[in-house]
T-cell receptor
């Protein structure tokens, strides 16, 4: 059974204080690892897809990396508007099927001004 | 990214009544739509997978007679919560995708059953 574990559950940072969020996964044949941002009362907003170990992607202050067992979401010099819950998900079915995802429980990030 | 519109964003209904939630892909044709349920401070739990023109596939433990899913076109899927009870109160989210693309999510629907 596919499993996704995110840590920490909650993280409080001062504005400008860089840190990393972790996503550990167990899946038989990773097809894709996804990062989403979710604001309270909203649906998840797509951030990144990573497909193979060693792959990295960046967007503004966020950088996602992938190894064979885990993914990191690095946040550089965060701002209060980066406060949100960050969700990690892995794709379960074989390729050729639409993206059925297994989600982790998320990391709730709070950036204090 | 692609736009998925979910409606309504909030709904309050009386116990025993039914509620319909719509999920529309606005700028692409979604071969598959997914319905999730999310409890406070918890992750998304997949309820069912809906393919256009065929019956939905429900996850274990999800009552198909309570949560009716229809995916009649490539741009619209609906979730109907039948005979709703307070324990059905939750945040429901849909997502849409087509083959080998990212899943894009709707804004979510907060259902409160009183």
């Amino acid at each position: 059974e596919d499993q996704v574990t995110q840590s920490p559950e909650a993280l409080r940072l001062q504005e400008g204080e860089s840190s990393s969020l972790n996503c550990s996964y167990t899946v038989s044949g990773l097809r894709g690892l996804f990062w989403y941002r979710q604001d309270p009362g909203k649906g998840p907003e797509f951030l990144f897809t990573l497909y193979s170990a060693g792959e990295e992607k960046e967007k503004e202050r966020l950088k996602a990396t992938l190894t064979k067992k885990e993914s990191f979401l690095h946040i550089t010099a965060p701002k209060p508007e980066d406060s949100a819950t960050y969700l990690c998900a892995v794709q379960a079915p074989p390729s050729g099927s639409a993206r059925q995802l297994t989600f982790g429980s998320g990391t709730q990030l709070t950036v204090l001004p | 990214g692609a736009v998925v519109s979910q409606h309504p964003s909030r709904v309050i209904c009386k116990s025993g009544t039914s509620v319909k939630i719509e999920c529309r892909s606005l700028d692409f044709q979604a071969t598959t739509m997914f319905w999730y349920r999310q409890f406070p401070k918890k992750s998304l739990m997949l309820m069912a997978t809906s393919n256009e023109g065929s019956k939905a596939t429900y996850e274990q433990g999800v009552e198909k007679d309570k949560f009716l899913i229809n995916h009649a076109s490539l741009t619209l899927s609906t979730l109907t919560v039948t005979s709703a009870h307070p324990e059905d109160s939750s945040f429901y989210i849909c997502s849409a995708s087509w083959v080998n693309t990212e899943a894009f999510f709707g804004q979510g629907t907060r259902l409160t059953v009183v």
